[in-house]
């Protein structure tokens, strides 16, 4: 470690589709540091709550699921109970499901309770990216960022990497789904969405990722 390294964790919050996982990855990237994408324990427990059936769906049973899923993720890739569901937790439906069953205290607890794990496991070294980072999970993180966006640029952006996945829906579509996610994350009274009160706040709507990359390691650097 040279003095130009900074002293982790570093939390990384902002709503949907503001960038947090393409800037997290690029950082951690210069860094050597590890990544990890919080939203991704979440739609794994949104994916195994679709395949049960819906009597089967109350607040218990996804608690268990929560708890006893076994998780391992790796940058962008995701392990459940030894099963590899990368390409099935990208979805819409997933999206959706995650973003429901983040509203449960003890699914939410749980989760922090294992996102607390994977952080220590990297001794520091990491960038978390979420939504109550700064705020609960890695509260004592020495630098905070909140990433944030226009609906519309946002909404841009996840509907060009769909366009790419080759699942395209309507912009209108994914506008409005955007719009109903970031309402659950905002309203929510277990760990709603804010930016914690020593966030350092960057709005991206005319920046490149390699701009916003270089903005926050010029933070984390302290220039
Ligand atoms: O970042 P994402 O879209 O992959 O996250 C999926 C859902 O998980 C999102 O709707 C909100 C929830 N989430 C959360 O409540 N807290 C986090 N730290 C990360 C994600």
Redesign the pocket.
Known sequence: MDDMTPRGPIAL?GP??SG??TVGLGIARRLGWTFI???????VV?LLALRIEPPARSDESLERIAVEAEMRIDSMSVHVNGEDVTALIHSAEV?QM??RV?ELSPV?RA?VTK?REMAAQAGGSVVM?????GTV?LRDAPIKIYLDASPEARAGRRFAEEHARGTPRTFTDVLADLRE?DR??AE?AD?P?RPAPDARRLVTDSLSVEQVIDRVLDHVRGN
Do not use: M, P
Not at 37 to 43: C, I, N, P, V
Not at 129 to 133: C, F, K, S, T
């Open positions: 919050d949907v589709a947090k996982s994408d919080t939203g991704l324990l979440y739609r949104g999206a995650a973003s983040a939410r989760l996102q990216a979420g939504r109550d980072i999970v996610r659950r994350d929510r760990s969405l």
